[in-house]
């Protein structure tokens, strides 16, 4: 029988997430043989949804796969493509970015020798992430010529401290685009839902928020208690599909779920309230701005996507969302949020040109970890 093959990888911390890394240079240049490679890398299809026979840890913030080259435009070092596996399909979707993963590209970039960083200090690596066609600035510290990736740098969500790394999505939307369907605030209809508001917004990755009582929840509900409800889950779906087709990214609520099951995401967004993290920790009202929830790949996710939270800062600094209209405060594009693991700060540089809002930059920090680095062993695979 032919033996296995192997391939280089890192497998890598960036956020929330963690994903399979590689360079460009060591998978196959055809598409189509690229997918199915990944999919055996990760252990996608698997029916039994453990994906026990692959890399991918059966959610959708462990299913991920990253690939990473030298950038050919002059205002970048490394075009960085990500692909997000659901567990149960034979499908990867290329049609959005990880926010979280984006944080661990750039230490990958250095460590890869793709790109010069200094001996000690900040390196600043310039990236262009070629799903939706944006720059993003990574600002990754150095020490004694490595990535620095210890600290005291808490992510909640993440269970150990690490290095600072601050992110720049610069120029998030695309101009004229921000709000595909057209308003701040559009009105959705679903079947077996109803009509509701809805800001549908292209910021980081498209994103449809409605209010959490639109599900008849509160907003502070976790993960454990959203998804054993398919019921509920099945009805968010119908929202994020119907939602894809008012934005223009999908055909139907079939091509909605079969081909993006990664993009447009659904977030559910509550005014502040106390409620207790799923690790025990209280958060209070007092410390935040809002309470979000986000689903990913048919799941409420566990904290926060980097996307999600780019989109949400987007949408608090502009009058008339929905986001904008349960904020307690939005001060200077400033927002602290609560998410089911805790809360998080993110700023957004907004400013209006003829009427339309334009976002100039969110900024957030991250922080990542190099988890293994070797070979991935590949069965072969059809």
């Not at 055809?30 to 199915?36: A, H, I, K, S, Y």
């Not at 502009?318 to 405060?329: K, L």
């Amino acid at each position: 029988m032919p033996c296995q093959s192997r391939i280089p990888a890192v497998f890598m911390r960036g956020g929330t997430s963690k994903g399979v890394f590689f360079l460009a240079a060591d998978l196959p240049t055809d598409p189509v043989l690229r997918d199915r490679l990944l999919l055996r890398v990760v252990g996608s299809p698997d029916p039994y949804g453990k994906q026990i026979d692959g890399m991918g840890g059966a959610t959708s913030s462990t299913s991920k796969v990253v690939i990473v080259a030298p950038s050919s435009r002059p205002d970048c070092d490394v075009d960085y493509l990500f692909g997000a596996v659901p567990v149960d399909r034979p499908v990867i979707d290329w049609s959005g970015n990880c926010g979280n993963l984006s944080a661990a590209v750039g230490p990958f970039a250095i460590h890869s020798g793709l790109v010069q960083a200094p001996v000690e200090g900040m390196a600043t690596v310039r990236i262009w992430q070629a799903n939706i066609g944006r720059r993003i600035l990574a600002h990754v510290p150095m020490r004694g010529g490595l990535v620095e990736e210890t600290g005291d740098f808490m992510l909640d969500g993440v269970s150990f401290p690490g290095a600072e790394i601050r992110l720049e999505f610069l120029d998030p939307a695309e101009p004229g685009q921000l709000f595909p369907a057209g308003n701040p605030a559009d009105s959705l209809s679903v079947p077996g839902v109803g009509a509701f508001p809805a800001t549908l917004i292209d910021a980081g990755n498209p994103t449809i928020f409605i209010h959490a009582g639109v599900l008849g929840l509160k907003g502070t509900e976790l993960p454990a208690a959203i998804n054993r409800d398919a019921d509920l889950l099945a009805r968010a779906e119908r929202i994020r599909a119907v939602g894809a087709m008012a934005m223009g990214l999908a055909g139907s609520v079939e091509e909605a779920g079969a081909l993006r099951p990664h993009t447009p995401k659904l977030a559910l967004v509550s005014p502040p309230a106390d409620y207790v993290a799923s690790d025990g920790r209280p958060v209070s009202r007092e410390a935040i701005d809002l309470v979000a929830r986000i689903f990913s790949m048919g799941q409420l996710h566990h904290a926060m996507t980097g996307t999600g939270a780019v989109a949400l800062a987007a949408a608090a600094a502009i009058p008339g969302t929905v986001v904008h209209d349960v904020a307690a405060s939005v001060s200077r594009g400033q927002l602290c949020f609560g998410h089911p693991s805790g809360s998080l700060r993110v700023g957004a540089e907004t400013r209006q040109v003829d009427g339309r809002w334009v976002i100039d930059r969110v900024i957030m920090s991250r922080s990542a970890r190099i988890l293994m680095e070797g070979w991935v062993r590949i069965p072969p695979y059809s």
